[in-house]
């Protein structure tokens, strides 16, 4: 080994008394006599500086300085140290160097190995602490040259950003040939017990003025700072990339119980509440607050305790922690019910699924502190959203009850056209009709309702109504499959026909609503079963035929003709046949666009149609509008239509997620939220343009028939 010193002396002597004092080359310390250490070269010449000279970037040089004790008593124990503008570029020789820790004794002497190795070019400059542990200091000054080599890594040395324990990471660095030669590349290694060599784009040699990349990896094992280094060897040389990577520990925090409160670290990096992992470098002592009404109950370190801080050593890794919180006190829940329009909430624990309260107006329900409460809400009508503890629109809403009030406001609003509504148990409505008095009949096939124009009930009817219609004089028409029944407006029966083949039955496709039977301005009557067939306002049977592809649609315009939907592969159209013999006249093609939909004609005399596929809802009045309503996707829908004499307009349709229904000067649409809510069926419109619609209506506590109104 060639060792390079530059000779000089710097001594600090200490007296007895081990204040520092001017002491020509030497450190006194230590016990039985006088402890005189000298720094000297190899040849035994005092020296206050080492000049290393030039060195290559990526290389290094080392110089080495003897210790000797020429005084009477051993000294303290030797400390070295670096410092200095560049002291990263001068490190000990770890094997070589024997004076660090030592009590040197008379006459003995040790040795410091400083390796010279620049990570940049310029002057590079430092300075060597020699000190015993009872006082006395000397200082060596360090210098050097450096310049950067025709061939050397880019960038020169390289420090990862901290990394976890059992972890891996990746950088790249650059070996570049400045020179103006092809320079050989006799080898490429990686030194370091946590550092892998990877991938590499360099050959066997490197052409002037080019550069190839090499991988490194780095996967610490234990906690402190690994230290390797990437070495290319070119022609008998050594270029050399330090390299060095800090390892961290992680550590993680989780909170339980039904409390609440936040955890922070010293050193800092957890502050949970957000930020519940961290990585660190060694001893975390974590602090835990309670929040209010909460009361820190314990951790999941033993060692812990209940206190408010507990140490994770920086051994353990990786490492989570539990920080236990319990509430203290009672708790209770006040709803408040806004709104003009009906509707309930049910209170439930979201963790057992005990429903705690089923509320249909305002109500104080007890709560547990730290429960998971689920409210969830329904209404025939609109529902406004949550305030307070759950806020949105959404539902069922869930918040975490706490100590103390818990206040939520649901708000349930009527929409802007709404009237009334009511709720029938029993089985399905199946028809909607008014009378010129603003009444409301609603048929199913066990009863016939008479409603007020407010909603009361005037009478009811035990018998088979699911399909009906009203006349003149407000008269009703029932079929009811195979009889066909003619009441007056109080509901008293005036007479009762048999039906035939072709008309004890309904005939109905894709949609729900009844639309069987027909009404012509003079009392004559029609029903659309497998065929059709008609009778005059007294009751007697004028005709009856078979038709195909009968669909769901039947009316009577103000001739007396009877016009019967029916559908083909792609369109509805409809057959029109006499009033007096049946006698078939020019159809009407193609009224609707598609064929799933409906027929129908008005008391003013007009031809009603609409139909659906699943991008579009398509209605037409004659004579007074026509349009389609976009589905957005929402599936396939099913629809129906009504007009008045004076031709406002009633249309109804449903889809995969609910409903919607237009008036005259209105519209309105209703999604069913997890099977709670209303479905449409049919609906009907009076001569004064108001809309009633019926349905089925699920909620918490019903699960029956719906009736909702709306003014024009």
Known sequence: MNWRVVVGVLLIGCGSDGESMPHDGAIDSGSGGDAILVATDPAGNPTTSLDFGAALVGQSSTAKLVVANSGTGT???????????????????????????????????????????????????????????????????????????????????????????????????????????????????????????????????????????????????????????????????????????????????????????????????IACGSACTALFVGDVVLTAAAGPGSALTGWSVPACGTGSTCIVPAEVDPVTVVASFALTGSGQLDVTFAGDAPGELQVTDDYTGEILATCFASCSVPVDPGDRIEIQAVTPSTFGGFAGACTGTSVPCKFTA?????????????????????????????????????????????????????????????????????????????????????????????????????????????????????????????????????????GTPTWSKPVSFGTNGIGIDLQGVVVVAVESLETMSALRFAAADGAALSPLQDVTPSYRGMLSIDPGGRLLTCSALRDYVHYSVEGITSGSIENEGLGEVQTAIVSNATGQVGLGYTHDSGWSAMGPDWGVTRYLNLDYGSGFLDLAISPAGKVALIGWYHSLTFDGNWIQTFDP
Not at 91 to 120: H, I, K, M, W, Y
Not at 235 to 255: C, E, K, T, W, Y
Not at 477 to 501: N, Q
């Open 75 to 269: 000294s303290g124990p030797i400390a070295l140290a670096i410092a200095g503008t560049h002291a990263n570029d001068f490190a000990f020789d770890d094997q070589l160097t024997t004076c660090a820790g030592l009590a040197l004794e008379a006459g003995a002497s040790c040795n410091v190995v400083l390796v010279f190795r620049p990570t940049a070019s310029g002057t590079r400059l430092g300075s060597l602490t020699i000190s015993t542990q009872s006082g006395g200091t000397t200082a060596i000054a360090l210098a050097g040259q450096a310049a950067v080599p025709d061939l050397h890594f880019v960038p020169t040395s390289f420090t990862f950003a901290p990394v976890e324990i059992g972890q891996t990471a990746y950088t790249s660095l650059e070996l570049r040939n400045d020179g103006a030669d092809t320079v050989s590349i006799d080898g490429l290694v990686v030194s370091g017990t946590s550092f892998l060599r990877g991938l590499s784009t360099c050959g066997a040699s490197l052409a002037p003025a080019s550069s190839c990349d090499i991988t490194v990896s780095v996967t610490p094992q234990t906690l402190g700072t690994a230290q390797g280094s990437l070495v290319v060897t070119s022609d008998g040389l050594d270029f050399v990339a330090m390299l060095s990577a800090p390892a961290v520990h992680r550590v993680s925090i989780s909170r339980s119980g039904n409390g609440t409160g936040t955890i922070t670290s010293s050193p800092a990096g």
């Open 402 to 538: 706490t100590a103390g009030l818990n206040s939520v406001t649901a708000a349930f609003n009527k929409d802007p056209h709404e009237r009334w509504t009511r709720l029938l148990p029993g089985d399905q409505l199946q028809s909607v009709g008014y009378d010129s008095a603003g009444n409301l009949l609603v048929g199913s096939g066990t009863r016939l309702i008479k409603l007020s124009p407010t909603g009361s009930t005037l009478w009811t009817q035990t018998r088979s109504a699911a399909v009906f219609a009203i006349g003149p004089g407000d008269t009703i028409y029932i079929h009811a499959g195979t009889a066909l029944v003619k009441l007056a407006s109080d509901g008293s029966e005036l007479w009762t026909r048999p039906t035939d083949t072709n008309t004890n039955t309904c005939a109905r496709s894709h949609i729900q609503a009844l639309r069987c039977i027909a009404v012509g301005a003079d009392g004559a009557v029609a029903i659309h079963g497998t065929g059709v067939g008609r009778w005059d306002a007294a």
